[in-house]
């Protein structure tokens, strides 16, 4: 009973039943007062009627009752009629003996009374009437009666349109209420379509035209609390920046004390732990520079830094150039495929290189010796532009390729000398230029190939291209 | 030559005069700007370091004061934040070169040295990768302070590449270079030629890399 919906149908329906029924007795009642008058109508003309033909024989009061006295009653119910004329000394002058004095134990008025009689209940009416004759003043008394199953029968058939009028009624608005229903609740459906569709990290607050006053507070709150979100992901965001930050002058300080000590060292067992010591200090330098890198990515905002127009292809060349150095220590063969034209863009320049660049340098560093590294930039007329990097190293199985984007995940690879950085920089430098990633298996089944293709519109997901 | 090293970390600032000292560079080390204001308006120097982010006033005040001066003694920024708008500023401010720390000691004698070079315009003009240096007026190679002697095609090989440091050349500019316009030589002369540059280069810091489809660079080792 948690729906909104049917609660406020409840609420609706409900009153609106008890006034509809409440009316409707009403409308009964008067059904049965009207068909009442008439009825009684019918008993006193009778009555009238019947004591229209008493008279005077021979100094005796006689009664005859004409046909037309009781056709008067005749209908399709076939209503069972009883009538007595008794006088005030209790001879009975016509009709049947025991009817008279029921319903009238005083035996003085006249009028409508509801009796029984062999068991019916009846509705009957009772007039007294005086004759004259000679001096003689005798008081008749006329009861007539009648089952009452015409009178309901009429009650029924007056009433009977009026339920069928307000039963249409009820199921009419109850119609209509639902449609309204449906309809007005059709913005808390679409809000909740919104914000259940919404990225996993976009806290926009939700716009507010367009939606009823009474969703208004609601949203107001989902959207201050968004805010809040927001700002707690900034603070943290900002602390990972200004951590890296704080690193970089003790990091050089640490560079200058090893670079010294290298200079001053006699022994060559004291170089060799020195220079393991400049090795590891390298490699913190490269873990604090990834941090920075993938902040700077994360922190990316198109209204701060605005993107410039490049070619793809210029950026990969420069990469290549970088990484040349670094692939020949490797011996791995670095470079472009046939496919390697301009690709024009707009993007951010510092992300888009470091983009290609942690792409290139993760697959020379995830390529065994001897292997092969190859970028290739494609730019098809009215198609996405698209750049691949090939490498013959172990590639991703396939239900890795999704989380070799988190942060410190290295796939399926334990003891290499990564930061584990280099993929989630990619991620968060594909979503600040537009770019969708997807990871799939090099030719021939070996090794990987990784996909970037630049999209004009924003592109959410990540990592579903490939299969 | 003569330095001022303008850093507020004062553990640094001294490891750093340390190794600048062993380099053959005379340091003088200030920890704040105003200091740093005072002698630059007293003393010459051949370059300066500057840290921009110093206690009270900033390294770009200093910078700026320099210039304002008129004053065109090199200035190389040191900082932590590699942003850049900040690297922008810096420039247009008037600043030579820009370096992010952490630093690589050799990356920074090496830049210190260019910087004095390329300022006093005196010296002779000098081309190098690692440490491999070539001296253009002479047209002298010389490896670790070693002179380098080559054959013609080679010499010119290597002097080409060295010229073009940080792109890559193809056989056939590479072929225009060695051999000039009238090239009856085929491209496959031009690997023997560098297979033999490289051999020569073993020892040194410099080497011929081959990028696939794009050509041959020369470019340091990569240290680990």
Same mark, same amino acid.
């Given at each position: 009973?948690?729906?909104?919906?049917?609660?406020?149908?409840?609420?609706?329906?409900?009153?609106?039943?008890?006034?509809l029924s409440l009316s409707l007795w009403f409308s009964y009642q008067d059904s049965l007062r009207n068909a009442r008058r008439q009825q009684d109508h019918v008993l006193w003309a009778s009555a009238h009627i019947i004591a229209g033909q008493i008279g005077w024989i021979n100094g005796r009061l006689y009664a005859s009752v004409?046909?037309?006295?009781?056709e008067v009653f005749s209908s399709d119910s076939h209503d069972a009629v009883y009538f007595s004329v008794v006088t005030d000394s209790g001879q009975l002058l016509a009709g049947w003996p025991d009817l008279s004095g029921r319903g009238d134990?005083?035996?003085?008025?006249?009028?409508?009374? %509801?009796?029984?009689?062999?068991?019916?209940?009846?509705?009957?009416?009772?007039?007294?009437? %005086?004759?004259?004759?000679s001096g003689k003043s005798v008081q008749a008394r006329i009861t007539i009666a009648k089952t009452q199953r015409e009178f309901l029968h009429d009650a029924h058939t007056l009433w009977?349109?009026?339920?069928?009028?307000?039963?249409?009624?009820?199921?009419?608005?109850?119609?209509?209420m639902l449609l309204g229903l449906r309809h007005e609740l059709k913005p808390l459906a679409k809000l909740k379509d919104e914000v259940l569709n919404r990225e996993r990290a976009d806290l926009h607050p939700i716009r507010l035209q367009d939606l009823p006053m009474e969703l208004r507070p609601v949203v107001d709150t989902i959207n201050q609390y968004g805010q809040r979100i927001q700002r707690h992901i900034?603070?943290?965001?900002?602390?990972?920046?200004?951590?890296?930050?704080?690193?970089? $002058?003790?990091?050089?300080?640490?560079? $200058?004390?090893?670079?010294?000590?290298?200079?001053?060292?006699?022994?060559?067992?004291?170089?060799?732990?020195?220079?393991?010591l400049s090795e590891s200090r390298q490699q913190i330098t490269a873990l604090v520079n990834q941090l920075l890198s993938l902040s700077q990515a994360e922190n990316y905002r198109p209204e701060q830094a605005a993107a410039q127009p490049l070619d793809v292809s210029d950026v990969a060349r420069d990469v290549l150039v970088e990484l040349a150095p670094l692939a020949a220590s490797?011996?791995?063969?670095?470079?472009?495929?046939?496919?390697?034209?301009?690709?024009?863009?707009?993007?951010?320049?510092?992300?888009?290189?470091?983009?290609?660049? *942690?792409?290139?340098d993760n697959a020379i560093r995830y390529t065994p010796p001897g292997g092969r590294v190859t970028l290739s930039v494609a730019a098809p007329a009215g198609a996405a532009i698209r750049l691949d990097v090939v490498d013959t190293g172990p590639g991703i199985a396939p239900e890795l390729r999704t989380r070799v984007f988190e942060r410190f995940n290295r796939g399926n690879a334990t003891n290499q000398e990564g930061t584990g950085l280099g993929l989630a920089i990619v991620a968060e430098a594909a979503k600040a230029c537009r770019a969708r990633v997807a990871l799939e298996s090099g030719p021939a089944g070996a090794g990987l190939r990784v996909i970037v293709e630049f999209h004009l519109q924003p592109v959410p997901q990540l990592g579903r291209l490939g299969a | 030559?003569?330095?001022?090293?303008?850093?507020? *970390?004062?553990?640094?600032?001294?490891?750093?005069?340390?190794?600048?000292?062993?380099?053959?560079?005379?340091?003088?080390?200030?920890?704040?700007?105003?200091?740093?204001?005072?002698?630059?308006?007293?003393?010459?120097?051949?370059?300066?370091?500057?840290?921009?982010?110093?206690?009270?006033?900033?390294?770009?005040?200093?910078?700026?004061?320099?210039?304002?001066?008129?004053?065109?003694?090199?200035?190389?920024?040191?900082?932590?934040?590699d942003s850049l708008d900040m690297k922008?500023?810096?420039?247009?401010?008037?600043?030579?070169?820009?370096?992010?720390?952490?630093?690589?000691?050799?990356?920074? $004698?090496?830049?210190?040295?260019?910087?004095?070079?390329?300022?006093?315009?005196?010296?002779?003009?000098?081309?190098?990768?690692? %440490?491999?240096?070539? *001296?253009?007026?002479?047209?002298?190679?010389?490896?670790d302070g070693a002179p380098l002697s080559l054959p013609l095609r080679e010499h010119s090989l290597l002097e080409a590449l060295l010229m073009n440091q940080g792109k890559t050349m193809s056989k056939s500019s590479l072929m225009q270079s060695v051999f000039g316009l009238d090239g009856e030589a085929s491209e496959d002369a031009i690997e023997i030629y560098v297979h033999r540059v490289r051999r020569k280069l073993e020892e040194s810091g410099a080497s011929i890399v081959t990028l696939r489809g794009l050509g041959y660079l020369l470019t340091p080792r990569h240290t680990p």
């Open positions: 009973m948690n729906s909104l919906r049917v609660r406020l149908a409840l609420w609706v329906l409900l009153p609106l039943a008890v006034a004409p046909p037309v006295a009781l134990p005083a035996g003085d008025g006249s009028g409508y009374r %509801d009796i029984v009689f062999h068991d019916q209940k009846l509705r009957a009416y009772i007039m007294s009437r %005086d004759f004259f004759n009977w349109p009026n339920l069928i009028r307000q039963s249409g009624l009820l199921v009419l608005v109850l119609v209509l900034d603070a943290r965001k900002r602390f990972i920046e200004d951590a890296a930050h704080q690193l970089r $002058t003790p990091m050089t300080l640490l560079s $200058t004390q090893l670079h010294y000590a290298a200079s001053l060292a006699g022994t060559p067992e004291l170089k060799k732990i020195l220079s393991a490797r011996r791995i063969d670095l470079g472009i495929s046939d496919t390697f034209e301009p690709a024009r863009l707009r993007a951010p320049a510092t992300l888009l290189r470091a983009l290609v660049f *942690n792409l290139v | 030559m003569r330095l001022l090293l303008v850093e507020d *970390n004062q553990e640094l600032s001294l490891w750093l005069s340390k190794l600048l000292q062993k380099e053959g560079f005379q340091t003088d080390c200030v920890h704040d700007a105003e200091t740093a204001n005072v002698l630059l308006s007293g003393e010459r120097y051949d370059a300066v370091l500057l840290d921009l982010k110093l206690p009270q006033a900033s390294g770009q005040s200093v910078l700026r004061r320099l210039r304002r001066r008129d004053d065109p003694t090199p200035v190389l920024v040191l900082t932590a934040s922008v500023d810096c420039l247009e401010m008037g600043a030579d070169d820009y370096l992010v720390k952490p630093f690589e000691m050799r990356e920074l $004698t090496a830049r210190i040295k260019a910087l004095i070079r390329r300022h006093s315009g005196t010296a002779s003009p000098l081309a190098a990768c690692a %440490d491999l240096v070539y *001296n253009t007026n002479t047209r002298q190679f010389s490896i």
